[in-house]
């Protein structure tokens, strides 16, 4: 095999297991993976604010808007409005969503992230820069993208 073929090859398969593990946590415990975040960072932060939320997973309020749209929906969170300050809007989990959040595996890049911080720094660093290489090459360099591993778009079901 060519190495542009190989390094095709590997592309797929990040994708590939990107997806497998997205549909899987979806089968297993009904989540996608940015609900999942959203869970945890409820979880660790009840009442936090969904402004706080997007800057903790660096994704846009408008995007955490709609997840929580759903997940309430859902009767996994629950949205109250503070008593001091009325613009003031907290997210807290319900019994559902603690449920939930209990059942769920490690998101991908939790697992990911896990293995890449046990790297040498220079490891890190090659894996970064050569990353950041092939986006460049992939004409994806400006894309917003937030540190999510999932495919598709973050605010669907």
Do not use: C, Y
């Not at 820069?129 to 894309?143: G, Y």
């Amino acid at each position: 095999m060519q190495k542009d073929e190989e390094l095709l090859v590997a592309l797929r398969k990040v994708i590939r297991a990107i997806d497998m593990r997205s549909r899987q946590l979806n089968k297993d415990v009904g989540l996608t993976g940015p609900q999942l975040l959203v869970l945890q960072e409820v979880g660790k932060n009840p009442g936090v604010m969904v402004k706080q939320i997007a800057q903790s997973i660096n994704l846009s309020p408008a995007t955490i808007t709609s997840i929580l749209d759903r997940m309430e929906a859902r009767a996994l969170v629950n949205r109250v409005r503070s008593n001091e300050d009325k613009r003031k809007v907290g997210v807290f989990l319900s019994e559902t969503g603690q449920a939930a959040l209990a059942a769920a595996p490690l998101p991908l890049q939790e697992h990911f992230l896990n293995r890449f911080n046990s790297l040498e720094e220079w490891e890190k660093s090659l894996m970064v820069s050569t990353m950041q290489r092939i986006a460049t090459m992939m004409d994806a360099a400006e894309i917003d993208a937030a540190p999510v591993l999932e495919v598709g778009r973050l605010d669907t079901p």
